[in-house]
């Protein structure tokens, strides 16, 4: 890769903070006194990255689960590091694929042992709590919705491989002991640290149209090069990524047979199957976080 491959990405910030997600944050607080525990969700892929960096201000100190989805789809090794520092900062962690290998039992076992001490200090004083309400929170697109419907046994969140699918805060009653507050997915108002904002756009935690769809398609490949040169060769054929990117669109455009008339690359086709090799899971065993790249910025 070269010098100057980098270009810059890091240097992005994105000031974008949609009406809905202030008023999903007001909403949290206001209902706050409801929730023992939170189950924070992050994608195992970018588990720096999709972490809502101003979580604390708005469930203070409320114990919570970290959830890394999309487990199958991640680099263990790498995430594996990231659990491990987590849980040094005191957080609960359970890394779980939610689509395939699903274990309600584990999570709702670490749920009572979270909840263990609280209920001890209310029996003490005579009073018993019948049902743990936990908030599901997370940025759009990390599986809320699927993590919810697995633990109801029932599709009672919408689901979608895009971001913004839930719109408000629901009540669901999973079991006599557990009811959730389903969440809109939540950001905060300026990403402008490392390479997050390209994490989030290349993971689709972010709409397509905040970034350049162009940029954040050379940053998936620059990352793959740099990470997993295995995954440029076996996926696409290609040794490298070329300096001028608009030469690697046009070998993987004519190897994918993206043409238009007059034999011309339909670039915005190539551009679209990089994308959805991403967020279909074509491509896995990725984790584009990387512990160097972000903790000595804390």
């Known amino acids: 890769m070269s010098e100057n491959s980098d270009k810059g990405f890091n240097k992005t910030v994105i000031n974008w903070y949609p009406g809905h997600m202030a008023k999903t944050k007001r909403l949290i607080k206001e209902n706050l006194d409801q929730i023992d525990l939170v189950y924070e969700v992050v994608d195992a892929r970018i588990p720096y990255s999709s972490k809502i960096k101003d979580l604390d201000e708005i469930i203070k100190n409320k114990p ?16 594996k590091k990231w659990i491990n520092y987590y849980e040094k900062q005191g957080y609960q962690v359970i890394a779980m694929d939610i689509e395939h290998q699903f274990s309600k039992k584990q999570l709702l076992n670490m749920t009572e042992l979270q909840m263990k001490e609280k209920k001890e200090k209310l029996k003490a004083k005579g009073m018993m709590k019948k049902r743990t309400k936990a908030l599901v929170v997370g940025i759009p697109n990390v599986g809320k919705s699927t993590l919810i419907n697995r633990l109801s046994g029932k599709n009672v969140a919408g689901t979608g491989n895009r971001p913004g699918i839930t719109k408000n ?3 669901i009653r999973i079991s006599e002991e557990v009811e ?11 990403i402008d640290i490392g390479n997050v904002a390209y994490n989030l756009a290349s993971l689709t935690a972010i709409k397509e149209e905040i970034l350049p769809l162009f940029d954040v398609t050379e940053y998936i490949l620059r ?3 740099k990470y997993y040169p295995n995954i440029i060769k076996e996926r696409y054929n290609l040794d490298q990524i070329s300096e001028d990117i608009i030469e690697t669109l046009e070998e993987i455009g004519k190897k994918r047979g993206c043409l238009m008339r007059g034999g011309e690359i339909d670039y915005d086709k190539v551009i679209t199957i990089i994308m959805n090799d991403i967020k279909s899971g074509i491509i896995k065993n990725i984790t584009f976080d990387r512990m160097e790249d972000f903790i000595e910025t804390e």
Do not use: F, H, Q, V
Request: charged content about 25%.
């Open 169 to 171: 805060l629901n009540w």
């Open 180 to 190: 959730l507050l389903d969440s809109p997915g939540i950001l905060w108002p300026k």
């Open 64 to 79: 919570r689960i970290m959830i890394m989805t999309k487990y199958d789809l991640c680099d263990k090794a790498e995430t």
């Open 223 to 225: 990352t793959l090069e």
